[in-house]
Nanobody, 123 residues
Framework: QVQLVESGGGLVQAGGSLRLSCAASGRTFSNYAMGWFRQAPGKEREFVSGITRSGSSTFYTDSVKGRFTIARDNAKNTVFLQMNSLKPEDTAIYYC????????????????WGQGTQVTVSS
């Protein structure tokens, strides 16, 4: 099992940057594919970004490509989401999630979740 704790959310103006962190407990973090999801008010939770076990491959939803970067540091049991050029439509609760071995774009396939961190982008 893995426990995930997110941090780094907050309020930022449009065009600004924010870096989210997800700290994972456990001894086998490097065996987990990780992802970031977000949920805006009135909308379903959506995939934002994912990263393979070693960090060799990354995935992004179209709306954040070129602006967001996912990374991981397995030595620190941490996943990051660097968010640049933020837009008001990025406002959402952002969740860190993990699953065993392989990546997925589906919320249903991630059994491990953080508590979420609020990101608010003002215009």
């Amino acid at each position: 099992q893995v426990q995930l704790v997110e941090s780094g959310g907050g309020l930022v103006q449009a065009g600004g940057s924010l870096r989210l962190s997800c700290a994972a407990s456990g001894r086998t973090f490097s065996n987990y594919a990780m992802g970031w999801f977000r949920q805006a008010p009135g909308k379903e939770r959506e995939f934002v970004s994912g990263i393979t076990r070693s960090g060799s491959s990354t995935f992004y939803t179209d709306s954040v490509k070129g602006r967001f970067t996912i990374a991981r540091d397995n030595a620190k049991n941490t996943v990051f989401l660097q968010m640049n050029s933020l837009k008001p439509e990025d406002t959402a609760i952002y969740y860190c999630a993990g699953r065993w071995l392989t990546t997925s774009l589906s919320t249903r396939e991630y059994p491990y979740w953080g508590q979420g961190t609020q990101v608010t982008v003002s215009s």
